[in-house]
């Protein structure tokens, strides 16, 4: 601490020690004494350049978790303040901490650059009696200060922060960072020795199973501290304001009005995670009610790969079909069986099993269900499982091609391509908004709600998620079409019944 002094007398500390003291104990402090750039706004004289920092009651109370938690995620809606507010706690640390020593990334360097730039011009306009002098030649992406602290901003790149322990780690826009994951792995030694890690981010409405979501879902048992704060919490925004923006934002391929203020300003946590109702392909209102029917299995055998909900009724008809995973890295195969009046699912098979295992149990179920009609993607390794249920004998209650499917492989179960595609996905939207299908297994819920049409307008799972239950509930509308029934096999499904 600098100390003034008198001529023949003790020490005097003036008002500027004290409040250098005070700032460098105290976030909330700092943050009175610091300026920010506000962007000036077109036709209005005199607007923008640098301003006090706005304590707002949402920014003092992110100031306080960023001080108290060493796992911190953010969720936020846009311009709010948050990323000036984790600017001043850098600049802070790095001019009353000696020697922090911390990483920031973004999605780009530009992005990189443009972050540590407000780092850059809170310490520049700091008062002098505050500020801690900044040593090296300049540059956009890292700062160094004479008491040894320094920061550096780079992009979230594969490899980004590999190899260095920091004190602490800013991934700004982090829902976004395209090597979240893999940079979460690089840091996490920074975090093993104590350090600290900063996640804020708008939310990406287009990649549902990222990091930073299942990050703020899990929290706080995960041992992170979440944050949300939306749209209404910056002062002199209400209802009228929020109308407006929206009413500015024209209707365009890949972005409509309401995806954008779901994105770009949520107003609760539920919104901001929830798949966007703008890009749904399915009603989400009826995917809420469907919700309500779906119950926990009333056996689950083979060590999970089978979910029972109700056994077969004598006399009853079933149909069922099944999804084979095959190409897509990390997809189950799915088989449901559903009554053919009403679709309501009474049984699945869910899993990894080996393609026999797959057809072999698919037959056993069937037989159970009294014959249930069965129709099995043949596209690639589904026809493997087609041919083993031929092999099996259960070839004649299953959908053909064609009569001569005997004879003609080519002719063997069913065929996915864009018609009968969009004919399945076609009839399944009808499905789902009328609530003519009832699953059981919340799954299918789960992936029909995160199954949108993108800016092309085609149907198919957000990034991340598969479609083995959506794929599985439209082909299972098509086997109520197609199915035939003829005298139940005598080595049919009711002796079977002893296996639930």
């Known amino acids: 601490m600098v100390i003034a002094a008198r001529t023949g007398g003790p020490p005097r500390i003036t008002d500027r020690d004290v409040e250098r003291v005070l700032c460098s104990k105290s976030l909330p402090h700092f943050l009175r004494a610091i300026r920010i750039l506000e962007p000036a706004v077109p036709g209005e004289a005199g607007s923008g350049g640098a301003i006090p920092f706005q304590p707002w009651p949402h920014l003092l109370d992110m100031a306080a978790a960023c001080v108290e938690n060493r796992l911190l995620a953010v969720l936020k809606a846009r311009q709010i303040g948050a990323t000036w507010l984790v600017a001043a706690y850098l600049a802070w ?28 011009r809170i310490l520049e306009m700091l008062p002098p009696h505050l500020n801690v002098p900044v040593v090296g030649p300049p540059s956009s992406l890292s700062i160094r200060l004479t008491n ?31 090597y979240l994951d893999q940079n979460f792995a690089a840091v996490k030694p920074t975090i093993d020795a104590g350090g600290q890690l900063i996640m804020l981010s708008t939310v990406n409405k287009r990649a549902m199973d990222t990091l930073f ?18 749209w209404s919490v910056r002062p002199g925004r209400g209802g009228s304001w929020y109308a407006n923006t929206r009413a500015s934002v024209p209707a365009a391929s890949g972005m409509t009005p309401e995806l954008y203020m779901e994105q770009e300003y949520p107003g609760s946590e539920t919104e901001s995670l929830a798949a966007s109702r703008a890009l749904a392909a399915f ?46 890295k990390g997809a189950y195969s799915c088989v449901g069986i559903a009554d053919k009046k009403e679709l309501v699912q009474v049984a699945e098979i869910y899993g990894r099993p080996s393609l026999d295992e797959l057809a072999l149990e698919m037959v056993k179920l069937c037989r159970v269900y009294n014959d249930a009609y069965l129709g099995v993607e043949a596209n690639g390794e589904g026809m493997a499982v087609v041919n083993k249920l031929l092999d099996l004998g259960y070839g004649h209650r299953m959908y053909h091609r064609g009569d001569d499917w005997r004879e003609n492989p080519k002719k063997r179960g069913w065929w996915t391509d864009e018609f009968t595609r969009n004919k399945m996905l076609s009839e399944l939207t009808e499905g789902i908004k009328n609530l003519g299908i009832r699953p059981k ?60």
């Open 93 to 120: 640390l790095a001019s009353y901490r000696p020697g922090t020593d911390g990483l920031l990334l973004s999605r780009t360097e530009v992005d990189a650059a443009d972050f540590l730039a407000r780092v850059k």
């Open 148 to 178: 040894g602290s320094k920061l550096v901003a780079m992009a979230s790149t594969e490899d980004a922060g590999r190899g260095h322990a920091y004190s602490i780690v800013v991934q700004d826009e982090a829902d976004y960072h395209p």
């Open 213 to 230: 979501k299942a990050i703020i879902r899990g929290a706080p048992d995960n041992g992170w501290t979440k944050r949300f704060y939306g």
């Open 283 to 328: 009603d989400p209102d009826a995917l809420a009610t469907l919700a309500g029917y779906c119950e926990e299995p009333a056996a689950i055998t083979n060590g999970g790969l089978i979910m029972v909900w109700r056994k077969p009724v004598v006399g009853e008809k079933y149909v069922a079909f099944g999804d084979v995973a095959w190409g897509q």
């Open 441 to 500: 297994c919340i799954k299918a819920i789960d992936e029909m709600s995160s199954f949108i049409r993108d800016e092309k307008h085609r149907l198919g799972p957000v990034q991340g998620r598969y479609a083995d239950h959506v794929m599985m509930w439209g082909g299972l509308i098509q086997m109520r079409t197609h199915a035939t029934y003829g005298a139940p096999r005598r080595e049919g499904g009711y002796a079977q019944l002893r296996r639930f």
